[in-house]
């Protein structure tokens, strides 16, 4: 059956608050020879999406407006590009999309095949969009960056977000000893999915419970890069810091001969697709604390803003 040449969507016509993002009736994407189109099962809210949309991150993430927000995705691919290989037609599949292009918050998204991998099967295809995000990153921060080995001592700071869960469940497959940090509410969901210690960031400090030398330090918290570099000292020499939120100063690592990484999620379709065999093998499974329509995105960004939504929010958008 030939795709309909419009399509449901949220686009974003102007920076500022939700109001400026409306449920409409769009041109169908087109695609390109590398790339597929995706009929989306679900998408998945992340923090950064808000701050896009109300404009505060304009530089770094120019959006030529009216746009379609929403970088990750699950769905079934309708249609291949000529150079395209590696997919079919009709195969479920998931993606972290470009940020800077149209995104999921549609019924259909293009996206280059590169990024794409075919879904887990032992999970359902919706819930399978709010991982891309959070596997990926949590993947390049511990293991390209952070080198992270079987038996290594870890800190997640910021463990029970849609990072977080992924990081730690990635960590203890990994064989490393997991330490989080989390509000207290969370440290049930956070035993059931394997940590092996918890510190309550509302109660404690981080520098006063931790004894033993870190190797890896993965920050992912709102903390300041003062407090996030006052946790250098506890990285054992040649230990590392990755951080995703607020950069630890360089010239104290310096001086205690430990790394720091800041680094930014990259697509990777290849990753995505060894996230999609732990996910089959039981290894790695998406948190998901809330599921919205899509039609109700506008007031989600609503709640975001005024800092009401906890845990991750999966968009279902075919069901
Ligand atoms: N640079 C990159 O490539 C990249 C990629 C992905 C995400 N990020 C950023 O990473 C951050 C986390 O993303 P996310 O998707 O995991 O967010 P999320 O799902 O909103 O989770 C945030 C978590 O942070 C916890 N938290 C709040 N204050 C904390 C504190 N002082 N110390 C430790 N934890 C605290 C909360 O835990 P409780 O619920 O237990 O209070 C919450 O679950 C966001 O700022 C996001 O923009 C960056």
């Known amino acids: 059956m030939p795709a309909p040449e419009m399509m449901h969507a949220i686009r974003v016509h102007a920076y500022g608050n939700s109001e400026k993002m409306h449920y409409e009736n769009v041109l169908m994407p087109k695609i390109e020879a590398d790339e597929v189109l995706i009929k989306v ?50 195969e479920p599949v998931f993606a972290l999309l470009n940020i800077l292009s149209n995104g999921a918050a549609a019924e259909y998204v293009a996206t280059k095949a590169e990024y794409v991998a075919v879904a887990p099967k032992k999970i359902k295809l919706p819930e399978v969009a709010a991982m891309p995000v959070g596997a990926l990153t949590a993947w390049q921060a511990l293991f390209d960056h952070g080198q992270l080995e079987s038996g290594q001592r870890v800190l997640i700071a910021g463990a029970a977000g849609g990072v977080g869960t992924l990081a730690v469940q990635l960590a203890k497959w990994k064989g490393a000893h ?23 960031y509302n109660q404690e400090m981080v520098e006063e419970r931790i004894e033993d030398k870190l190797d890896l330090i993965f ?33 104290v690592a310096k001086e205690l001969n430990v790394n720091v990484v800041h ?15 732990l996910v089959d093998e039981g290894v790695l499974k998406p948190v998901i604390a809330e599921k919205v329509k899509l039609k109700d995105l506008a007031e989600l960004h609503h709640r975001a803003e005024v800092g009401t939504v906890r845990g991750k929010v999966l968009i279902t958008v075919g069901e």
């Open 219 to 251: 920050n992912l918290s709102p903390e300041g890069s003062n407090e996030v570099s006052n946790w250098l000292h506890l990285l054992r020499e040649g230990g590392t810091l990755v951080s995703i939120t607020s950069p630890a100063d360089g010239k």
């Open 263 to 277: 680094m930014n999620v990259q697509q990777s379709g290849e990753q995505l697709a060894h996230i999609a065999k």
């Open 178 to 200: 997991v330490i989080g940090t989390a509000s207290e509410a969370s440290f049930p969901m956070l035993k059931e999915i394997g940590i092996d210690e918890l510190i309550d």
């Open 41 to 90: 099962s679900a998408t998945a809210f992340n923090p950064l999406d808000h701050l896009i949309r109300m404009g505060v991150v304009q530089e770094t993430f120019p959006h030529k407006l009216p746009y379609i927000p929403n970088v990750e995705v699950s769905g079934t691919i309708t249609e291949i590009g000529k150079g395209v290989k590696n997919l079919k037609v009709g």
